[in-house]
């Protein structure tokens, strides 16, 4: 299942080589409430093998958008099962800063006396 994520890069780890074949690394990214800042969401999420480059040269505080996968797994150790779920990062992209937003509203142009054009008198008047 594919998804994609749109938040602040806050924290990001280095590579963990887990074995001879297999490495990680995994980040976070905050994602703005639009409510209430206090409600942010802080995702972490993990690339894995060639992957663990993507985040290398994005920088702290960076916007970024992040294309992801839901995976889960299955765990049995000793009678005990337990289960994972982990979002693993394939592309990431940087943002580009928000332009500000043209204003919907309509503007009223403002006169001056001066700009209105005066009425010359005329005695021809058909009334």
Known sequence: ??????GKLIYKEDIQQINDRFQKREFVI???????????????IQLIQDRCELIENIQLQENIKVYFDLRGRK????????YFTNLEGWRIERM??????PSH?????EYRVEDIPQQQEQDDLPF
Request: glycine share 2%; aromatic share 10%.
């Open 75 to 82: 765990w049995e150790n000793q009678g005990q099962t337990a």
């Open 30 to 44: 905050e994602v703005e409430n639009e409510r209430n800042s206090q409600w942010n969401n802080f995702i972490k």
């Open 96 to 101: 580009q800063p928000q332009q500000e937003q």
């Open 1 to 6: 299942m594919s998804y994609e994520i749109t």
């Open 105 to 109: 509203a309509v503007q009223i142009p």
